[in-house]
């Protein structure tokens, strides 16, 4: 079992900054992928950016150059810098981990972030 706390979310203005924070725990395979996703009201949920446990990442295309994923192993913590933030990035984040060895993924109960003109 693995557990996902988000925090860092909140109410900004468009152009500013936000950094949310996944917190993990349990048990992590060293193998896995943790990823941000963001879900609007009546819009399905799509990626955001994601990193594995080799550092490599990937964005979606509306984030790209403006966002930037990132984890600290030590404390088993991924962080989404968000920069430049617009009224459209305006969701509920939500950071999943993917285990490579046993394809099981869980969810964090997500944190809401609200970008306004």
């Known amino acids: 079992q693995v557990t996902l706390v988000e925090s860092g979310g909140g109410l900004v203005q468009a152009g500013g900054s936000l950094r949310l924070s996944c917190a993990t725990s349990?048990?992590?395979?060293?193998?896995?992928?943790i990823a941000w996703y963001r879900q609007a009201p009546g819009k399905q949920r799509e990626l955001v950016a994601a990193?594995?446990?080799?550092?490599?990442?990937n964005y979606a295309d509306s984030v790209k150059d403006r966002f930037f994923i990132s984890r600290d192993n030590a404390k088993n913590t991924v962080y989404l810098q968000m920069n430049s933030l617009k009224p459209e990035d305006t969701a509920h984040y939500y950071c999943n981990f993917k285990s490579l060895l046993t394809k099981y993924d869980y969810w964090g109960q997500g944190t809401q972030v609200t970008v306004s003109s």
């Open positions: 990193i594995d446990n080799r550092g490599s990442t």
């Open positions: 349990g048990r992590t395979d060293s193998l896995n992928v």
